[in-house]
Each structure stands twice: as C-alpha cells, then as structure tokens.
C-alpha cells in the first residue's frame, strides 16, 4: 500500500493530497484493530455535535464572542448532563441556586 501511495506523494493534485494524508495518517488507521473498545468510525463524536449544529443552523448562530462562549459552554452542559443520564435543567436550576447563595455546585457525577 505505501508503494502505491509513494507513486502518488509528489504531485500537486488532489491524488497527491490524498496520499500524503495517508501517509501522514497510516499508522493510526488501523488502531481499532490492535485496541479493544477503540470505535473504527466517529460516528460517536458526530452524534455528540448533531444538536448544536442543528441548533446553529436553526438560530443562525450568534452576534458576539461572548454568545459563542454562552453556547459553547450550556451545549458542553447538556451533552455531558445526556452523556451521564442527567437532567440539564435540574442540574442549570441547582447551579443557579448554588451561585446565588455562594456555594460550588456538586460536579463530582461528572
């Protein structure tokens, strides 16, 4: 396979893209193989993003850094609260509740 590749490495089009890229990537193509519980597709990771993406499409995004931290941040929340089998609105209602009488919010579930 590297054989084919090298024929390929030096050229300027998408073929020679595509085969330094590979090259580049060659040993981490296979790991699924040698490791267990290593997923050969990131088709897990995709999942995780479809709802902000999805969301992003919907509002058209925001105005400012300040809303893209917003979101950035209560999207982690909520797919971490999915990814631990919790509810987010509970869980955003207690940190509210904590921060206003000035105690940390238990996170050791996370």
Known sequence: ??????????????????????????????TFLEHDGVEPTNNRAERSL??????RKCSLGTQSDKGNRWVERILSVKETCRLRDKATFPFLVECLECYFAGISVDVSWI
Do not use: H, P
Request: charged share 30%.
């Open 1 to 30: 396979m590297l054989l084919i590749l090298s024929l390929f490495e030096d050229d300027t089009d998408d073929a020679g893209r595509l085969a330094r890229q590979i090259i580049r990537e060659i040993d981490a193509l296979w």
């Open 50 to 55: 479809r709802f902000g993406v999805l969301w």
